[in-house]
């Protein structure tokens, strides 16, 4: 029997013992499983700023939790190992929803200020996410996602209470380049604009050469974010080449200035990161 997964807009339909376009989520005895639920692939106490958060207690730091999947095919992924790999193509270490939250305790005195689920796609380990915000929240800390934004508005509303800031990741403002990926644009703008509503939001960019590099495309991007919100933080950031996109040479540092002079005709608080 196939079971219909509900975390995100490709609605995948599992046959039994079969996973979903992620690797991450399964159907297994009829019922729709996170297959990477506490299963870490990677962790490690970061500067806030990494996420990218600036407007989010700067200074802080935060213990960055990640695992295996993801629901869009980006080419140039910069952690693809982990997000283009199922349950058995990558290890993992056993981390519960309560040992995370201990762990983040434990690491108070060295300025953190809770947990960031990241480096993979984490909404579609939505159970594992949920759970363990649950738990960061009930001892004091926060919560933060850093995201693609491409998530059914359902379960983003139910995992939004737990949330305290989120990082989404704007691949562009074209709906051809979100195909190429597998993602789909309105889907992201959705998320941006309902998260915004509930809790802190900053957006990034990342700029590939030839697909999302346009200075009116820019334009557009920054126009609608500052419908949203003027004082949205923006982080513009330099592609390298990577993945199956290494033939494409990095993005013009000229580039880079020069899109960040445009978003500022819209936004207050425009970053460009990871140039050199």
């Not at 996410?129 to 059914?152: C, E, Q, R």
């Not at 991007?221 to 494409?248: E, G, Q, T, V």
Request: hydrophobic residues 35%; proline residues 4%; aromatic residues 10%.
């Amino acid at each position: 029997m196939r079971v219909k997964c509900r975390i995100c807009p490709h609605g995948c339909e599992i046959a039994e013992g079969e996973v979903g376009f992620c690797k991450a989520r399964g159907n297994i005895g009829g019922k729709i499983a996170c297959l990477n639920y506490a299963k870490a692939t990677a962790l490690a106490l970061d500067p806030i700023e990494k996420k990218p958060l600036c407007h989010f207690h700067p200074g802080s730091k935060i213990l960055s939790v990640g695992s295996f999947g993801c629901n869009m095919r980006c080419g140039f992924c910069q952690n693809h190992h982990i997000s283009m790999s199922g349950e058995h193509e990558i290890s993992s270490t056993f981390i519960s929803p309560s040992d995370l939250a201990d762990k983040a305790s434990m690491l108070v005195s060295g300025g953190n200020i809770g947990v960031a689920y990241t480096y993979n796609e984490p909404l579609i380990g939505f159970e594992y996410i949920y759970d363990s915000a649950k738990a960061v929240h009930a001892v004091g800390l926060m919560n933060v996602v850093v995201t693609n934004g491409f998530i059914n508005r359902e379960p983003l509303l139910e995992l939004l209470p737990c949330v305290d800031a989120f990082n989404i990741d704007l691949k562009g403002f074209n709906d051809s380049f979100y195909k190429k990926m597998r993602g789909d644009l309105q889907t992201v703008k959705n998320t941006i604009e309902t998260a915004s509503e509930v809790c802190h939001v900053e957006v990034s960019m990342l700029i590939v050469p030839g697909e999302n590099d346009s200075e009116e495309e820019m334009s557009f991007a920054a126009k609608w974010l500052s419908s949203i919100n003027r004082d949205m933080p923006l982080h513009i950031s330099r592609y390298f080449p990577n993945y199956k996109y290494s033939h494409i040479p990095a993005t013009d540092v000229d580039k880079i200035y020069r899109l960040a002079e445009i978003s500022s005709k819209y936004l207050s608080h425009v970053y460009t990161g990871n140039i050199f």
